[in-house]
């Protein structure tokens, strides 16, 4: 009789909920605990699989009759930015951005909280507290570190150096895995999301691993249509990670 082992991980349901990228369809989720010594190289390997990590929890959508979202990976190797992702990279040419070890500070909650009340007043991060957004940023069982994006105080019109934009990021055996970014409503013109993606994309290149991984593209979602611009890119589906562009 063949015999799991003790350690194998256990995959649990969700109930459904209002789909937050479809109007009118409903979610659910797989999920599993990502804990202890074994976190790291489970998380490497649900992330291959189409998982993304939420503090201890790794999940994939599980629809019954949708297949929407699909995991999005970018090739470092080959990729070339376009005309306009160039233009981001000079527009934000000041801006510097330092690895940190992944906690919590009052001034990146303030940062969050206006990022959130501007861009996602409707979501469920609405009424995050300062030991919410602790748990989301500390708890972690694998190699996790925030990415502090700061315009330095000789930038024009700023007096003092100021922490403009945030990503929690995992690294893993094949590449980054940008977990979650904010950044400052005010500064939309500056493209933000977009530079941190091509900044991590130089983060991976440095580090020589292959992949940058967006987590999910939604086709005929506003929210996640700027994914489609890092090209080329791999997308997941029932034949494996097929490239795009």
């Known amino acids: 009789m063949t015999r799991e082992p003790r350690d194998a991980p256990q995959f649990y349901l969700t109930s459904p909920a209002p789909c937050p990228y479809l109007p009118g ?13 074994r976190a ?3 998380n490497d390997s649900l992330t291959q699989a189409g998982f993304r990590r939420s503090q201890t929890i790794a999940y994939r959508p599980a629809c019954e009759q949708c297949r929407a979202c699909v995991s999005v990976r970018v090739k470092i190797a080959e990729f070339t930015p376009s005309r306009g992702l160039r233009r981001i990279m000079r527009r934000n040419a000041g801006v510097t951005g330092e690895a940190r070890p992944a906690r919590a500070t009052p001034e990146q909650y303030a940062l969050f909280r206006r990022y959130v009340g501007a861009r996602h007043a409707d979501g469920g991060m609405a009424d995050m507290s300062m030991v919410d957004y602790q748990m989301m940023i500390e708890d972690s069982h694998v190699d996790t570190r925030l990415i502090e994006y700061r315009l330095p105080a000789d930038a024009p019109g700023n007096d003092a150096d100021r922490l403009i934009a945030c990503c929690l990021t995992d690294r893993l055996a094949d590449g980054l895995s ?3 970014s904010f950044y400052e409503p005010e500064m939309e013109a500056r493209s933000l999301g977009a530079f941190m993606i091509l900044d991590h994309m130089d983060r991976a290149r440095a580090a020589r691993l ?16 700027y994914k489609a611009r890092f090209l080329p890119q791999e997308r997941l589906g029932p034949e494996g990670w097929t490239r795009v562009g």
């Open 210 to 225: 292959p992949h940058l991984y967006l987590g999910y593209w939604v086709e005929g979602s506003r929210k996640m249509a």
């Open 25 to 37: 369809r409903a979610e659910r989720k797989v999920f599993t605990h990502l804990i202890g010594l």
């Open 178 to 180: 940008m977990v979650y």
């Open 40 to 42: 790291p190289a489970l």
